[in-house]
């Protein structure tokens, strides 16, 4: 193949981290009711969970500035 580096996946589970972030976000209220523990939880587990996959997506492969 003539252009094989340019058809290798980039993908490194960053955006499927991002997704799982903001859906324990989104989820975080509805269980804060029942298990306030657990709800915080989440929310802080969204939140580090979606950190780490902006990282991994937006911010590791950025070309460094001089």
Sequence with gaps: ???????????????????LGALLL????N???????LGTLALIGGIVIGGIGFYLR???????KI
């Design 1 to 19: 193949m003539a252009h094989s580096e340019h058809n290798k996946s980039k993908n490194s589970g960053g955006f499927a981290l991002i997704i």
């Design 31 to 37: 269980i804060s009711p029942t298990d306030p523990t």
């Design 26 to 29: 989104f989820l975080a209220p």
């Design 58 to 64: 937006f911010i590791r492969n950025r070309p460094k």
